[in-house]
T-cell receptor
Framework: QKEVEQDPGPLSVPEGAIVSLNCTYSNSAFQYFMWYRQYSRKGPELLMYTYSSGNKEDGRFTAQVDKSSKYISLFIRDSQPSDSATYLCAMSRGGYQKVTFGTGTKLQVIP | EAEVAQSPRYKITEKSQAVAFWCDPISGHATLYWYRQILGQGPELLVQFQDESVVDDSQLPKDRFSAERLKGVDSTLKIQPAELGDSAMYLC????????????????FGQGTRLTVV
């Protein structure tokens, strides 16, 4: 079993829809949770970063962490065609510990 | 804005040849990572440096892969000999030495080197 599980999709939604992306994990030592966005043929770019449980909002993006369920989510409101990309969840125990990634969910927002 | 620089962007090499990738992290970042990303999968850590020291190379195929960061700044990843299964995107990332431990977790990635072994 992988430490981090993520549905690869693809996920196709109409423009303006609310998108929900999710990951589950098995390592209870993870404390830092990140979402990266990766456009085709590009490196991942950090989108959201959360420590421990709770919510964090940044514009149209909201990240949620439920450590009791080992479940994290990224919500995208009013989705735009420019949001079409692969979204990678990532997590770490913190400090200088390595960052472990999910497989990524490919999202397509249709105009 | 500071970026992680990688070169080359693309590399095609024949099986059994040697290939090398270069990475220059964001200035001042102590931690440097090399990840391999196979198409359709998430990045997988190959090696992690803290300054010039290797802190994790447990997933690095040491019979053919080597990595160095001699002065604790830029880094080189080498594959010799390359195999067909090495075709992938090789990503370099760096993170900072912040005032809190959390700052060292935010990894910033370069554009990657796409390797094709034929």
């Amino acid at each position: 079993q992988k430490e981090v599980e993520q549905d690869p999709g693809p996920l196709s939604v109409p423009e303006g829809a609310i998108v929900s992306l999710n990951c589950t994990y098995s390592n209870s030592a993870f404390q830092y949770f990140m979402w990266y966005r990766q456009y085709s043929r590009k490196g991942p770019e950090l989108l959201m970063y959360t420590y421990s449980s709770g919510n964090k909002e940044d514009g149209r993006f909201t990240a949620q962490v439920d450590k009791s369920s080992k479940y994290i989510s990224l919500f995208i409101r009013d989705s735009q065609p420019s949001d079409s990309a692969t979204y990678l969840c990532a997590m770490s125990r913190g400090g200088y510990q390595k960052v472990t990634f999910g497989t990524g969910t490919k999202l397509q927002v249709i105009p | 804005e500071a970026e992680v620089a990688q070169s080359p962007r693309y590399k095609i090499t024949e099986k059994s040849q040697a290939v090398a990738f270069w990475c220059d992290p964001i200035s001042g970042h102590a931690t440097l990572y090399w990840y391999r990303q196979i198409l359709g999968q998430g990045p997988e850590l190959l090696v992690q440096f803290q300054d010039e020291s290797v802190v994790d190379d447990s997933q690095l195929p040491k019979d053919r892969f080597s990595a160095e960061r001699l002065k604790g700044v830029d880094s080189t990843l080498k594959i010799q000999p390359a195999e067909l299964g090495d075709s992938a995107m090789y990503l370099c990332a760096s993170s900072g030495r912040g005032s809190s431990l959390s700052m060292n977790t935010e990894a910033f990635f370069g554009q990657g080197t796409r390797l094709t072994v034929v």
